[in-house]
């Protein structure tokens, strides 16, 4: 099963903003939207945000995710040192009924 | 305080089977979908099986079908995974994991070799 498709990694500076991005089809990303999920090194991964735009509560509103077409985005403003994590995109898949995941983008803050 | 803990992992040869477990407490488990997740260490995420909350809907992995089920026991609130025709590839970290992915538990390692 194809999975969705992030960057390996992304560098920005302190303070500064990343946008992660994540690809599917009208079938995944672009039916039901798509989560995104933080996890840092030995730790299980924290939900950060469901269905593109839904923020649980707890998550820390420099994160923000949208959604355009097939695409959805993450984006952290005001970079902190705890912000350095794998990033994980995944979505339900309509057609296969299987959940898909990205491969991770790994965030390096300088 | 919502809680997974899994537990059932450990060593075993190609072509053995294994059971997890996944014990549910702090919500009530009998209403929520429960999925079982994956990590090879130092890699991605890998979905391997999905259950209603009623166990009516079940859905696998290509990878794992026909030789992983899922069940659960809503009485005893807890998840399982029964794994069958282990493979080297199916050596990972096992995560129970509820619903929309809003709550993880640490995981299980699981390691298939000789």
């Known amino acids: 099963q194809a999975g969705l498709t992030q960057p390996p990694s992304v560098s920005k500076g302190l303070r500064q903003t990343a946008t992660l991005t994540c690809s599917g089809n009208s079938n995944n990303v672009g039916n039901e939207g798509a989560a995104w999920l933080q996890q840092h090194q030995g730790h299980p991964p924290k939900l950060l945000f469901y269905?593109?735009?839904n923020r649980p509560s707890g998550v820390s509103e420099r994160f923000s995710a949208s959604r355009s077409g097939n695409t959805a985005s993450l984006t952290i403003t005001g970079l902190q040192p705890e912000d350095e994590a794998d990033y994980y995109c995944?979505?339900?898949?309509?057609?296969?009924?299987?959940?898909?995941f990205g491969g991770g983008t790994k965030l390096t803050v300088l | 305080e919502v809680q997974l803990v899994e537990s059932g992992g450990g060593l075993v040869q190609p072509g053995g089977s294994l059971r997890l477990s996944c014990a549910a407490s702090?919500?009530?488990?009998?209403?929520?979908?429960m999925n079982w997740v994956r990590q090879t260490p130092g890699k991605g995420l890998e979905w391997v099986s999905y259950?209603?909350?009623?166990?009516?809907?079940?859905y696998n992995a290509d990878s794992v079908r026909g030789r992983f089920i899922i069940s659960r026991d809503n009485a005893r609130n807890s998840l399982y995974l029964e794994m069958n025709s282990l493979r080297a590839e199916d050596t990972a970290v096992y995560y129970c994991v509820r619903d929309k992915l809003e709550v993880w538990g640490q995981g299980t390692l699981v390691t298939v070799s000789s």
């Open positions: 269905r593109s735009e």
């Open positions: 259950i209603s909350s009623s166990s009516t809907t079940i």
């Open positions: 702090g919500f009530t488990f009998s209403s929520y979908h």
């Open positions: 995944s979505a339900w898949d309509s057609s296969l009924s299987v959940v898909l």
